[in-house]
């Protein structure tokens, strides 16, 4: 119901935009977030956005490189990352949590994102 896509390989210093769109029902009233995990660590937060997109939330190693926005037309939200690290280098996953709820309850496939030093 949430597919990942448009990650790669790219430089240190560079950009990436992976997208994450829902299929199958919607997800315009819910928190959208983005979460990694990079290899032998544990998945960690990255950012979430509200339902109206006027709300977001950043882990603190992120704000300032990292945008979330979604676009609830084409049931989708987009993680801009720019000036990346090697440290940034994860499997990104996208999740939705239902307004009233606790936990985030879909899950997407996760995409890669490699970054060469």
């Known amino acids: 119901q949430l597919q990942a896509s448009g990650g790669g390989l790219v430089q240190a210093g560079g950009s990436l935009r992976p997208s994450c769109a829902a299929s199958g029902r919607t997800f315009s009233n819910y928190f959208l977030g983005w979460f990694r995990q990079a290899p032998g660590k544990e998945r960690k937060f990255v950012a979430a956005?509200?339902?109206?997109?006027?709300?977001?939330y950043y882990a603190d190693s992120m704000k300032g490189r990292f945008t979330i926005s979604r676009d609830n037309a084409k049931n989708t939200v987009y993680l801009e990352m720019n000036n990346l690290k090697p440290e940034n280098t994860a499997v990104y996953y996208c999740?939705?949590?239902?307004?009233?709820?606790?936990?985030?309850?879909?899950w997407g496939q996760g995409t890669l994102v490699t970054v060469s030093s």
């Open positions: 999740a939705a949590r239902h307004p009233e709820g606790t936990d985030y309850a879909y």
């Open positions: 956005i509200n339902w109206s997109g006027g709300t977001t």
